[in-house]
């Protein structure tokens, strides 16, 4: 284990998680909050006692992968984009330096 690391314990519907990590504890609290936000977007209180804690967390795990997803193309759509303006800009530097 690494010297930086630390427990970290939270509840979730009606169960306490506990991991160890070196992650920041402000990055900690923010994935907990977006975590625990997606279970509640899933599970309604009518259905809190009818939806099994498995089908819960599998419904957050699909929304977080979908948004990892979609920042991933929206990286990969932005990196080529820099990467050609870049390329633009540095023929005209070139051009002007002619």
Known sequence: MNRLERLVRFEL???EF?????A???????????????VEENSTPAAAGS???GKIAVLASLN??????????KFKDYKQETDERLARLGQQIGQELE
């Open 24 to 38: 920041p504890e402000e990055e900690v609290d923010e994935i907990i909050q977006m975590v625990t936000d997606l």
């Open 51 to 53: 939806l099994p804690v």
């Open 64 to 73: 977080i992968a979908s948004k990892y997803v979609q920042l991933k193309r």
């Open 18 to 22: 506990t991991f160890y990590t070196g």
């Open 13 to 15: 519907i009606g169960h």
